[in-house]
């Protein structure tokens, strides 16, 4: 959505005004809020919230409580050997949260399928035709290699240009071993196309011994820089739950909207995003900021 803004200034030479339309960009951010224990909150009020634009307060333009704008949602599965045995709980669980997404929400909420080991496959675009989900899970097959930010960074660009919201959905049991794209070029990735990102992190083991403390680590900041989470189920068997969890974040997220005020505008500039509750002992999760070329 873009708001024009006219100003009119004196035009020395004409004796007569000059009128400079100037497009500004209506800016979304989604939140999601919880108390100390962990719970999800709903039913706060526009004044409840602050939103800075690289420092700056911002007037709050559009808010919606629950919001119900669109879902495009990436769900990627990791095929790697290291999880040859777990993929009938991945696709099962997939499948029955697209059963769920498709029933509950949006007309328009539509799911596409990544798969990914040393190689990331595109199973499916979006779509909200269940069959196709179905036949595009049928004969997945494994593969050495953990290609886990490159799928991240396909995802995000299979999002980037749709509206609505949008999320990517990573299931793996571990960090990167085989991408091309480093860290840096994952989170870049994420912010231009304006996504959440809720990994689901598969830890079988609870010592640090046997487990990727660095790949879920990487992931927790990514998560925490789109405005999602990470997920850590105890096991593939309960990975339903964890998409379960999801869903319900996405059932109950604020949209916050605003145009920018007092802020430069440079081609590639980051404007960091803050939000902030006025309410004490409430925590709020969104995204860290967007690039300007994104407007």
Do not use: C
């Not at 004044?47 to 709050?60: A, L, N, R, T």
């Not at 328009?108 to 499916?124: R, T, Y």
């Not at 490159?150 to 999002?159: C, F, K, N, S």
């Not at 440079?266 to 925590?283: A, D, M, S, T, Y």
Request: no cysteine; net charge positive; proline share 3%.
């Amino acid at each position: 959505m873009t708001r024009r803004q006219i100003f009119a200034l004196p035009a020395l030479a004409l004796g007569q005004e000059t009128v400079i339309r100037v497009d500004v960009k209506l800016i979304r951010v989604l939140a999601s809020v919880r108390d100390s224990s962990g719970q999800l909150v709903g039913g706060l009020k526009k004044e409840d919230f602050q939103v800075f634009d690289d420092g700056v307060e911002q007037e709050i333009a559009i808010f919606e409580r629950s919001t119900t704008q669109a879902l495009s949602v990436a769900v990627m599965l990791d095929v790697s050997a290291s999880v040859a045995r777990e993929i009938r709980y991945e696709t099962e669980a997939a499948l029955r949260f697209a059963r769920s997404l498709f029933r509950e929400g949006n007309p328009d909420d539509s799911l596409a399928l990544i798969s990914f080991n040393h190689n990331v496959d595109l199973l499916a675009g979006f779509t909200r035709r269940l069959p196709r989900l179905e036949n595009a899970l049928k004969g997945l097959r494994t593969g050495s290699g953990t290609a886990l930010y490159d799928a991240i960074v396909l995802a995000a660009e299979e999002l980037e240009g749709r509206s609505g919201r949008k999320v990517i959905v990573p299931v793996s049991d571990g960090g990167d071993t085989a991408s091309r794209n480093r860290f840096n070029a994952v989170n870049i990735a994420v912010q231009r196309a304006q996504a959440a990102v809720y990994p689901i992190v598969v830890v079988p083991v609870s010592n640090d011994p046997g487990r990727n403390v660095g790949g879920e680590n990487a992931m927790q900041l990514i998560a925490e820089r789109s405005g999602g989470r990470v997920l850590q189920p105890s096991s593939y068997e309960r990975l339903t739950a964890s998409f379960d969890e999801i869903l319900r974040d996405l059932r109950t997220q604020y949209l916050l909207a605003y145009y920018p005020r007092q802020i430069s505008g440079k081609r590639n500039q980051f404007h960091r995003i803050e939000v902030k509750l006025r309410q004490p002992g409430l925590r709020v999760s969104a995204r860290s900021g967007y690039y300007e070329e994104t407007l």
